[in-house]
């Protein structure tokens, strides 16, 4: 049973960070923290052993949406990884994660946004489960439902990364933004259930050059300490 009195979750002190190893919100925000260097305790919340921690008393009162990520610092609790990262950009500036002008900046979290609240809200792993607990799907019709809301949003990604010249070695420039953030756990995850991922040589592409970076390479699941 996961132990999480509230009282020990929102103490000040180092960063800590609810999290679970194959979760894409908790992913992004564990590359944001790495970028920046910024040191911070991993809480493991396991979202499918003894009916899933994150649904027990314990995590509901760090987060009662029931949801991973969840970001506590000097007594206070952040939810949400996007605005987790925002938060973490304004607090420490460098590198940034969102540079350049207004433009620039509008792209980046376009992109990310694609990820984040196109494709990834019905793929995440409640929806799976209520597909086949509630109605019934098998694995491979879960499976399929996964692949084609991917894949269909990924081709939207590589189209706005393929059709503009400010994608470069990454995502927005030469340098990683709050749009790699987003990518490399969406890809993670794409590859992880078998998406055709040779439809997206740009974003394929982006994700192999941030995945050859340290602090992406920290944050992937199989480095995690609740990885299976």
């Not at 049973?1 to 000040?12: E, F, Q, T």
């Not at 304004?90 to 992109?111: C, K, M, N, S």
């Not at 995440?124 to 607990?133: F, G, I, K, P």
């Not at 990518?183 to 050059?209: G, H, T, W």
């Amino acid at each position: 049973m996961l132990d999480l009195p509230v009282n020990r979750a929102i103490a000040g002190g180092k960063m800590k960070l609810y999290t679970y190893f194959r979760s894409s919100a908790a992913y992004r925000v564990r590359i944001a923290l790495n970028l920046k260097g910024l040191d911070y305790d991993a809480v493991p919340v396991h979202l499918t052993r003894t009916g899933g921690e994150h649904l027990q008393e314990g995590y509901l009162g760090v987060n009662p949406a029931a949801l991973v990520p969840a970001l506590a610092e000097n007594g206070r609790v952040l939810t949400q990884s996007m605005a987790i990262i925002e938060y973490l950009d304004e607090t420490h500036p460098e590198p940034a994660l969102l540079p350049g002008t207004a433009v620039d900046r509008a792209r980046i979290r376009a992109i990310a946004q694609a990820i984040a609240c196109d494709i990834h809200p019905i793929n995440n792993l409640r929806v799976l489960q209520y597909l086949a607990r509630e109605l019934g799907a098998s694995e491979e019709q879960k499976n399929t439902w996964y692949r084609h809301w991917v894949e269909l949003g990924l081709t939207a990604v590589e189209a706005m990364l393929a059709g503009d010249a400010r994608t470069g070695a990454f995502c927005h420039g030469d340098t990683p933004t709050l749009a790699d953030c987003c990518l490399v756990p969406q890809v993670f995850n794409a590859r992880r259930f078998k998406c055709r991922m040779d439809a997206f040589p740009v974003l394929s592409r982006i994700a192999e050059r941030c995945e050859d970076i340290e602090a992406f390479r920290l944050a992937a699941p199989g480095n995690q300490p609740d990885a299976e």
